[in-house]
């Protein structure tokens, strides 16, 4: 069964960082792509960031660019999504999801995890 966890999320201050991190299992993702979405209250669901698992390539969310950073653990099969410079806007349930190609659209992922709560405080 494919499964997706992610952790890491919390409550920090504006100006703040943290590094949400995704465990993958149930298959090998390195002919795949990661993707981290995130959905704040009564908004749409929102592409942040994704990687190539094989070739490291990385496309990010214009507004997140130079302040997020999104990386690969190929010996543990895990993601991470290091932010910095967080801001109240950023502030919403990020989740990590799997795809069969890079790519920013929500419904070519095939595989959720079930998201965590990332709160900045202004």
């Known amino acids: 069964q494919v499964r997706v966890v992610e952790s890491g999320g919390g409550l920090v201050q504006a100006g703040g960082s943290l590094r949400l991190s995704c465990a993958a299992s149930?298959?090998?993702?390195?002919?795949?792509?990661m993707g981290w979405f995130r959905q704040a209250p009564g908004q749409e669901r929102e592409f942040v960031a994704a990687?190539?698992?094989?070739?490291?390539?990385?496309i990010y969310l214009d507004s997140v660019k130079g302040r997020f950073t999104i990386s690969r653990d190929d010996a543990n099969n895990t993601i991470f999504l290091q932010m910095y410079s967080l801001k109240p806007e950023d502030t919403a349930i990020y989740y990590c999801?799997?795809?069969?190609?890079?790519?920013?659209?929500?419904?070519?992922?095939?595989?959720w995890g079930q998201g965590t709560q990332v709160t900045v405080s202004s």
């Open positions: 149930g298959r090998t993702f390195s002919n795949y792509a």
């Open positions: 999801a799997a795809a069969d190609t890079l790519t920013s659209l929500a419904n070519s992922y095939d595989t």
């Open positions: 990687i190539a698992w094989r070739s490291g390539v990385t």
